[in-house]
């Protein structure tokens, strides 16, 4: 969980003055004896209600791998019997939690998560103790260019910090790498690391929003609007997640600006994704057939629980990089296990070194596959022929020795929007080719579960010992039709035929 992220936001505040101290504790002993019911704080004491919160556990980020962290973010009181909101990011998966009040780090609070949604980055949790002090929800309506200020701890600093600025967007949607939300306040008020979960207030120390984002190039601040929190934090506080699987998530993508998928930093114990077999380190690819991360946000991650819901049975496919394994099965169903897409080396040690993978495009973008780097020599070309327009991707480690011998290993993927021609015929068009350099081995069902179609499997192919697999299929979507070409030429080569078969994609 990269939670000091310059895109995430999270940390501490300062130490309340002795009078105002004592005043809010003798303040709320004199409600209590006159049976009064707690108010909420006023601007004046914003300080006495919100937290910081350290996050302690094993987190496994996509830049620097897994390692113990403390991570620290803000959040604050919404009831005296300490109930607290903040930002999923903040705590879902952390081995325990410790929360200090108001900057006082001489007394720490244990707190446990009780409800979460990594979909729209909140989660409710319950501080030990009771009469604390609270905030309360600004009632009128969010307006463009109102006061807001954010409170919170930037940086891990226990001094708290409140900012001030103006409301810039009252509401606009927030599809960012760890959220998606149907509407968030954009602002001014300086948010940092260390901000995320600390509440976005109005000058009557009322709650706008949860900041949850920001971006210090184009200094943006974002805050989860206060009608989306409202709309499910009484079942967060029930104990009940809201679009949830249990994982601390972030849509990651490659130095071209190519989504791989949605990144697991760590998991929820004894949610759907740990039942699966989910682990830190994952990387979540496919979801009941759709390519997850393809711009970068969760949206179509939490687009497939929004159509099917969190306790549906949802295929999923998911690539551990740690052991270089593509892994399929379900949330809420069957566990995960190693994928052996096409015979050969699926699930087994790759001869190929972890790492020495990349995905590659087209020319139009519209193909997505991984391949070993050490085929870096690409041509994504298109062409047109009797079956229509196809984007094209070719690598290898020698375009010339692979379009002209059998000595050469290589991957051709084509696609088409047009899916007049069925994938068996595709296959019979290459069989008469390859049947007449290579020993046909059989064909069988193709079925990754974003595409469906058949394989064929050649062996001794051109005189050299070759295995060449051809996959003609139709995306199950029916949004286009893909062929891929692999050969291989080694022991290397035929671990890298489950790396190219299980990654392709297409989009257009």
Known sequence: MNIDSPQRTLRPLSTIGAVAL????????????????????TFEDVQSATIQIEAVGTFVSPESGGYEAAGRGSGFLISPDGVAVTNNHVVVGAGTLDVWRGGDTSKTLNAKVLGSSECLDLAVIQLTGDDFPYFDWRKDDIKTAIDVYAAGFPLGDPTFTMTRGIVSKASTPGETPWASLDSVIEHDARIRGGNSGGPLIDADGRVLGVNYAGNNTYDTNLAIHRDE?????????????????????????????????????????????????????DLVTKMQGVTLGRDGTLADYCDVLRTHGQDATIDVDVYRPAEGIYYRGQFNGEKLTPVEVIGGAGGGESAVADGEYTVISDDSGAIRVEVPAAW??????????????????????DMAGFAEGWDTPGVWVAASPDTRVPPEELLNRADVFLSDNCAPQGRDAFDDGAHVGIFGVYEQCGGVGAAYVFVAATAVDGSYTITVAVQANSEADLAAIDRVIGSFVAGF
């Open 22 to 41: 004592i005043a809010s504790l003798v303040t709320g002993c004199a409600q209590g004896a006159a049976g009064h019911a707690p108010t909420p704080v």
């Open 229 to 281: 929190v409202l709309a499910v934090v009484d079942q967060l506080r029930k104990g009940d997640s809201v679009l949830s699987l249990g994982i601390n998530a972030q849509a990651i993508t490659d130095e071209e600006g190519q989504g791989l998928g949605v990144w697991v930093s760590s998991v929820r114990s004894g949610s759907p994704a740990d039942a699966a077999g989910v682990e830190p380190g």
């Open 376 to 397: 870096n020599q690409l041509d994504g070309a298109g062409y047109t022929n009797e079956n229509g327009t196809w984007a094209s991707v070719i690598a290898t480690p």
